[in-house]
């Protein structure tokens, strides 16, 4: 009978030690998944402000020839645009957490903190 319970407690260990590494394998996987999920959605966000900082430099010196006729010269057109810009920097420095901070925050959050729909019933 002690044999019995050697094989028993040896089967419980072997159990345990494989049930630890799942585990493990598990978290490896799903740390990948969203590591992979948040960097999508960062290189995403950098090339859509590319894209945007390219579109805003055309229809920029494309206002400032629309305002070369207006005013004769090129110069007050570079100073009102400039001067927008700056106003629009300054603006989105002062409304940094509600336009920037805080939607990246709910991203990744949701991102990590999602829960999986299957498979977690099963334990």
């Known amino acids: ?9 040896q089967d419980f260990t072997r159990k345990a030690k494989d049930y630890i590494k ?7 996987l ?3 998944e969203k590591t992979s999920r948040i960097l999508s959605v960062l290189i995403m966000i950098i090339i ?3 894209l945007l900082l390219g579109a805003l430099i055309y229809f920029s010196f494309a206002l400032v020839s629309w305002m070369e006729t207006v ?3 090129m110069i007050p057109g570079f100073l009102i645009i400039g001067g ?3 106003i629009i920097l300054f603006l989105v420095y002062i409304f940094r957490e509600k336009i920037l901070i805080n939607p990246l925050i709910r991203a990744i959050s949701k991102i990590l903190f999602e ?9």
């Open 1 to 9: 009978m002690e044999l019995s319970e050697d094989n028993k407690y």
């Open 115 to 123: 829960e999986k729909e299957s498979g977690d019933d099963d334990e």
């Open 84 to 86: 927008v810009f700056l």
């Open 22 to 28: 799942t585990r493990y394998d598990l978290l490896k």
């Open 71 to 73: 005013f004769g010269s």
């Open 48 to 50: 859509s402000l590319f």
């Open 30 to 32: 799903e740390l990948l």
